[in-house]
């Protein structure tokens, strides 16, 4: 199949121009005469293109200059265990605002290492929505406040995150980070998987302030402290390359679109065409968040049974679009608009959503 509209949650789509960049250099980069792959993690071919990325992300993300850029491995989900082995220290606690799947799985990872509290949870709403500011606890001995700022599975995001003084605030960015302009300077750590709107998997992006990289971690195993890849630019052991380099391209590709803030309104665009789409359906398709509470990044929507679900994701997919099935643990239908996928695959799929539903309701 040829024309297809990716509206995977991750891995998910790439900008076609930075594929076909990678393609053209895959097998002489540079005049090296050798694929980015083959290259030395120590080579100063390969290091240009390491310190490129990181550039990048500070300009794009303006991130100030007492921040840190990291390259990790082992996804957001080595992170879950990496910042409470780092950060929650006897008589301190860990505090977790929950809002969905994964910071459940983040809180989950952080009992394994110490104490932990709830600050706030939409759980009882199915976690349709995100807490109001008002609603979170905070407590003197907090090791740090912990949020997912966009929760890919509910199709939730967080639009104004709380000022937090007491204790670092820690976030979840792994499917919306690049898609808005954000504040660093309210977190003290920043992580994201790079597979949905960086690149591809295998390098998990951390942001981290310089006074958290002080703490004490003797106790830590070397490749999980902060510190150790911080004061070596990423570079301790073997990045993964390839990933990084996909990285550096994606981020050159959003240059070129005009920086984050013109990235956001391409999202917040085509994020609109499908919420209209359910709006005026007159209830046959259903939005599962709260319209206050709606992701620009993945939007969850049911039609009016099982049936209808199945029948729509299977006239969807003979169509060319595929990922709209809802995660395994909700069903459903999810539609991923990440970054890299097209204005035309949302007209597409307004179109479709509205066709189908002329049809069938
Ligand atoms: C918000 C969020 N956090 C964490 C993860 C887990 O990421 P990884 O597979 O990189 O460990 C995901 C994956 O989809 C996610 O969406």
Not at 21 to 49: C, P, W
Not at 120 to 138: G, R
Not at 198 to 213: K, Q
Not at 325 to 332: E, K, P, Q, T
Request: charged share 20%.
């Amino acid at each position: 199949m040829n024309n297809i509209y990716n509206f995977n949650a991750g891995p998910s789509a790439l900008p076609k121009a930075v594929l076909e960049k990678a393609q053209a250099e895959l097998l002489n980069f540079k005049g090296t005469g050798m694929s980015v792959m083959e290259l030395s993690h120590r080579s100063k071919e390969y290091e240009e293109v390491h310190q490129s990325a990181i550039n990048h992300l500070k300009q794009l993300l303006n991130i100030p200059d007492n921040y840190q850029v990291l390259f990790l491995q082992g996804g957001a989900s080595l992170q879950f265990s990496m910042l409470p082995l780092q950060f929650l220290k006897k008589g301190k606690v860990a505090n977790y605002i929950l809002t969905g799947a994964w910071s459940e799985k983040a809180l989950k990872e952080a009992k394994l290492i110490g104490e932990t509290k709830i600050a706030a949870s939409t759980k009882e709403n199915q976690y349709k929505s995100i807490p109001t500011l008002s609603d979170i606890q905070l407590n003197n001995n907090d090791a740090y406040v912990h949020l997912t700022s966009n929760n890919t599975i509910f199709g939730t995001q967080w639009t104004e995150f709380p000022d937090i003084s007491h204790a670092p605030l820690i976030a979840d960015m792994s499917s919306d980070i690049l898609s808005r302009p954000i504040d660093i300077s309210k977190f003290g750590l920043i992580y994201a998987g790079a597979q949905k709107n960086l690149g591809p998997s295998g390098v998990t992006v951390a942001i981290i302030r310089d006074d958290l990289l002080n703490e004490n971690v003797d106790h830590v195993p070397t490749m999980l402290r902060y510190q150790t890849h911080a004061e070596t630019n990423s570079l301790y052991h073997t990045p993964p390359t390839f990933a990084i380099y996909m990285l550096n391209e994606v981020l050159s590709w959003v240059n070129q679109q005009g920086g984050v803030k013109e990235i956001e309104k391409q999202n917040i665009e085509k994020a609109k065409l499908i919420y209209d789409a359910i709006d005026e359906s007159e209830g046959f398709y259903k939005g599962h968040a709260e319209k206050e509470a709606r992701s620009l990044m993945n939007i969850t929507f049911n039609l009016p049974n099982e049936e209808q679900n199945k029948r729509f994701l299977t006239k969807a997919k003979e169509l060319g679009f595929v990922g709209l099935n809802g995660h395994r643990s909700v069903g459903g239908c999810r539609a991923s608009t990440y970054n890299a996928v097209p204005m035309e695959a949302c007209i597409a799929l307004r179109e479709f959503m509205d066709s189908y539903r002329k049809e069938h309701s």
